[in-house]
């Protein structure tokens, strides 16, 4: 049985009617970064609105939704799971912290 590709990709929020293309996405099992700032610009009200909804969406079908700095956020499919600092809230922003300053277990 073969497997369709899945894809990381980017897509702009410019309105309030992209929240159903976007949770088509998802449901295909592809894990987006979406980019707020087009619908932000337009209306701070309909912004939180349609991340409200996604939200709810994405945690009720079991993927994960977070934020990436200012004017984006991730979200991931039922699976995939976004890593989050421990001292870090389950909504806060993931750290864009250099991968120098980093260390994983076991390497020092």
């Known amino acids: 049985m073969a497997h369709s590709p899945?894809?990381?990709k980017a897509l702009p929020l410019q309105e309030l009617d992209d929240v159903d293309s976007i949770k088509e996405e998802i449901g295909g099992g592809n894990i987006l970064i979406v980019r707020?700032?087009?619908l932000a610009k337009k209306s701070v009200d309909e912004t939180?609105?349609?991340?409200?909804?996604?939200?709810?969406?994405?945690?009720?079908i079991g993927g994960d939704i977070a934020r990436l700095g200012?004017?984006?956020i991730v979200i991931t499919?039922?699976?995939v799971r976004i890593w989050r600092r421990e001292t870090a809230g389950s909504e806060a922003a993931i750290a864009a912290a250099?991968?120098?300053?980093?260390s994983l277990?076991?390497?020092g």
């Open 6 to 8: 899945l894809y990381v």
């Open 36 to 38: 707020i700032t087009p």
């Open 48 to 60: 939180k609105l349609a991340i409200t909804e996604l939200t709810d969406h994405v945690k009720s």
């Open 70 to 72: 200012e004017e984006r």
């Open 77 to 79: 499919p039922p699976g």
């Open 98 to 102: 250099p991968l120098q300053t980093e």
């Open 105 to 107: 277990p076991g390497t």
